[in-house]
């Protein structure tokens, strides 16, 4: 193949789109996350996650025998065969179940406030937290990239486009997040419904994304009515 060939070119677009769209999950979370570090820290905080990320991706890509290997199936529970991608997505699963219900006990019982005691070591928990939500994402997202094409350098120019990507959309997310709290219980809740689909992935119990993104699509479209109506309100006032 060819740079001139346009199976090349639509294979490149195809991929990064995907990429991109499954990259939406690690967004919010990375925007939940930092939001409870200083906002001088939030920035670097991103950045160096989202790089983080980005090595990852590339190395396992660069390893497409073991990605493989990683499909096949090495237990069994409940009549269902287990493949290290399956147990990945599980533990996964399970710890954002217990990140975003924590954080929403903490926003409802007034847990911390955003920022509050934040130093190096919030900081490092951050990008630890950061990291292991990458390592889960990237699995799904470069087997998915390995299962769409076999020529690798697309496979690098998809994963780098995104990440670059959600590192230019993290920053305004976060800051819509830090100036409308209301949308961050929205961003938590999402985070549950994907731990929910990891989960069930893991169990091969799939659950089309699009459900999932219909349903958060539709949330944030009755949060964006409610945000301006109380803006029409206090001009009113």
């Known amino acids: 193949m060819t740079l001139t060939d346009p199976q090349l070119w639509a294979s490149l677009l195809t991929l990064t789109a995907l990429e991109i769209v499954l990259g939406i999950d690690n967004i919010i979370f990375i925007a939940v996350v930092v939001a409870r ?30 990605i493989i290997g990683l499909t ?31 954080e929403i006990h903490d926003a409802v019982e007034g847990g911390e406030e955003e920022g509050a005691g934040a130093g190096k070591a919030a900081f490092g928990a951050a990008i630890l937290q950061i990291m292991l939500l990458d390592v889960i994402f990237s699995v799904d ?13 697309v496979m690098i120019a998809a994963v780098i486009i995104a990440v670059v990507v959600m590192m230019v959309a993290s920053g305004p ?49 009755v949060e964006a009515l409610n945000l301006t109506a109380g803006r029409r309100r206090h001009r009113r006032v």
């Open 141 to 153: 997202s470069v087997i998915t990239a390995v299962g769409m094409t076999d020529i690798v350098p």
């Open 173 to 221: 997310i976060s800051d819509f997040i830090h100036k409308h709290p209301t949308t961050k219980m929205l961003g938590l809740s999402f985070l549950l419904l994907v731990g929910v689909a990891l989960i069930a992935d893991g169990l091969h119990f799939h659950i089309p994304r699009a459900y999932l993104y219909f349903a958060i699509a539709f949330s944030a479209a």
């Open 37 to 66: 570090l200083p906002r001088e820290m939030q920035a670097k905080a991103r950045m160096i996650g989202l790089t983080g990320a980005l090595v990852f991706r590339i190395i396992l890509l660069t390893t497409l025998v073991w």
């Open 72 to 102: 096949k199936p090495i237990a069994e529970l409940w009549g269902v065969q287990l493949s290290w991608r399956d147990i990945i997505l599980f533990l996964g699963g399970l710890f954002l179940l217990w990140k975003g219900t924590g």
